[in-house]
């Protein structure tokens, strides 16, 4: 009872905290907004008030589609052009709650850091917080979840279990494998973590470098959407070429990782995985 009171009290300031940062936003830039003509008499006060307002009800939400993502980096790039540190404190807040508490949704937020702060701070933003993030799912069912964990999928832990036990010689590349070929999904790899005995220093690099190929085509397609505005803008050469650059440059380090895996894992009831 007490681990279910503190990860409530944890979860409800965490909620608390991100509640008061989206609904105190700062005034924004003096510019219309995006969809604003050249036509509109409104004054620079109104629109601000009035978009403002409009965000508060209606917008400033965790996207759950590719239209309301749309919406929310607009909204965003808008306050981001005078309020830079309000935007990525928000950014950065947002992706960590949803991470910490295994919220799905991540790969739209990977999105957003390409077309808010682009494809290289993107994806570095993307890989820090995702770890961060991470690592404190685990800190968090370390400290509460252990025992609800393994009550609620025990067949899971208990796999898991006996795999972490059949590559302890090379535990690091064991949890790489896992990253970039899940046998089981990230948030319950996140939460099982400190229950299967995986130090918390491996989950922390394995997280961070395991999921860079899946943050680089996440930011790299939003910072592409970003800059298009028609379907024949993304099917230029240039564009092609690039998304070709994008899908070698991620499948690399898997390719690498499963080779290694062919010789030195042990992924099917202690059985190498090079004779399956």
């Known amino acids: 009872m007490r681990s279910i009171v503190g990860l409530i009290a944890v979860?409800?300031?965490?909620?608390?905290?991100?509640?008061?940062l989206s609904s105190y936003l700062p005034t924004g830039p003096r510019q219309l907004p995006p969809k604003a003509t050249e036509n509109e008499e409104t004054s620079d006060i109104d629109i601000n008030k009035d978009f403002r307002g409009e965000v508060k009800e209606h917008r400033l939400k965790f996207p759950s589609d590719l239209v309301e993502l749309r919406e929310l980096s607009e909204l965003l790039q808008f306050y981001k052009t005078e309020h830079t540190g309000y935007v990525l404190l928000l950014f950065c807040s947002a992706y960590i709650y949803?991470?910490?508490?295994?919220?799905?949704?991540?790969?739209f937020l990977n999105i957003l850091a390409g077309a808010l702060f682009g494809p290289w701070q993107g994806l570095v933003l993307a890989c820090v917080l995702t770890t961060v993030g991470s690592t404190?799912?685990?800190?968090?069912?370390?400290?509460?979840?252990?025992?609800?964990?393994?009550?609620?999928?025990?067949?899971?832990?208990?796999?898991?279990q006996r795999k972490v036990e059949e590559n302890q010689s090379c535990l690091f590349f064991f949890l790489l494998?896992?990253?970039?070929?899940?046998?089981?999904?990230?948030?319950?790899?996140?939460?099982?973590a400190p229950i299967v005995n995986i130090p918390v220093t491996f989950f922390f690099f394995s997280v961070f470098i395991g999921l860079i190929p899946y943050n680089f085509i996440c930011v790299q397609a939003g910072s592409?959407?970003?800059?298009?505005?028609s379907l024949d803008d993304l099917f230029s050469w240039g564009k092609v070429l690039q998304l070709l650059?994008?899908?070698c440059m991620a499948l690399l380090p898997g390719t690498l990782i499963r080779h290694h895996s062919q010789t030195y894992l042990k992924l099917d009831n202690g059985v190498n995985k090079k004779t399956l």
Do not use: D, H
């Open 136 to 160: 404190m799912c685990y800190l968090l069912s370390q400290a509460f979840g252990k025992r609800y964990i393994t009550k609620l999928f025990p067949g899971q832990v208990s796999m898991l």
């Open 177 to 192: 494998f896992l990253r970039f070929f899940p046998m089981t999904p990230n948030w319950f790899l996140n939460m099982s």
């Open 98 to 107: 949803k991470q910490s508490f295994a919220i799905p949704g991540s790969s």
């Open 245 to 247: 650059g994008i899908a």
């Open 224 to 229: 592409m959407l970003s800059e298009v505005s």
């Open 11 to 20: 979860i409800g300031a965490a909620t608390f905290y991100l509640y008061i």
